[in-house]
């Protein structure tokens, strides 16, 4: 598993839209490069990924990575580093699926990817049905969250048969 650096990514911007790219080649399962993590809040932004239930942190040049429904990276918050989700040739568009990190965003959107399996609106996991989130990677966080909602539906549901 071979790791790099930021150095390795170049941010191209054109008509003020940001793309992240490879300036080398990555085969699937290298580590490409760790992520930022010493800008932490508690509010999520434009520029912040999701790490945890309650923290989110500024990841400097990764916030130029796009949105994807057939993504070819991962971003693995209990590592905290990024991965590649498959092949990736040099000079590559890096991407990852929002909503593998994102429970809620802040800037909600339309998604474009063209995908066979696009999601359309990218708003968080939360507005995602399951049978859409088991077909992606997922961070501990929100599977997590999802496990807590399942369990929380189950009682409310006992509670209402009982009324």
């Known amino acids: 598993m071979a790791t790099t650096t930021m150095e390795t990514l170049a941010i191209k911007t054109e ?15 290298d580590v490409i490069c760790e992520m930022p993590s010493e800008n932490i809040t508690d ?14 942190t500024h990841v400097g040049k990764l916030a130029a990575l796009n949105h994807s429904c057939d993504p070819n990276v991962i971003l693995e918050t209990d590592k905290m580093v990024m991965i590649a989700r498959r092949d990736i040739e040099k000079g590559e568009e890096l991407s990852f699926f929002y909503p593998s990190t994102e429970w809620e965003m802040a800037a909600p959107f339309i998604c474009l990817c063209g995908s066979a399996n696009c999601i359309h609106v ?3 996991a939360r507005f995602l ?9 997922l961070n501990s966080h929100i599977r997590e969250t999802i496990t807590d909602l399942l369990k929380n539906t189950k009682g409310h549901l006992k509670k209402l048969s009982e009324a």
């Open 15 to 29: 008509n003020k839209f940001r793309t992240l790219t490879t300036k080398q080649a990555y085969k699937k399962g």
């Open 43 to 56: 509010k999520p932004n434009r520029f912040t990924v999701q790490i945890s239930k309650d923290k989110h």
């Open 122 to 124: 990218v708003a968080g």
């Open 129 to 137: 049905p399951l049978s859409t989130l088991e077909t992606h990677y």
